[in-house]
């Protein structure tokens, strides 16, 4: 993939799967053994995990919205800095 194409991948994985909550697209875009360095106590590995985490984060924050700030990208490595905003 180029960078461009990775940047937009983690632009929609932020927008459609958090902010939206749409956790099909998890299933298009995230590799099953997906591993999270950072999960969160009790967060399962793999994308189903992802999945819990969402539905779990969606639930404590409902109107929960991550923003895109920055990317950079060289390679195959990009890196995303967001800022988190949210109700509980």
């Excluded at 993939?1 to 990775?6: K, R, V």
């Excluded at 985490?53 to 967001?82: K, M, N, S």
């Amino acid at each position: 993939m180029s960078t461009a194409a990775n940047k937009a991948m983690l632009r929609r994985f932020f927008e459609e799967i958090f902010n939206q909550g749409h956790l099909s697209v998890a299933d298009e875009i995230v590799a099953t053994d997906y591993v999270n360095h950072t999960p969160a106590p009790g967060e399962q590995p793999g994308r189903e995990g992802l999945k819990g985490f969402v539905t779990y984060l969606r639930a404590a924050f409902p109107d929960i919205h991550f923003t895109v700030e920055d990317q950079v990208a060289e390679g195959e490595t990009t890196v995303t800095r967001l800022t988190l905003a949210g109700t509980q």
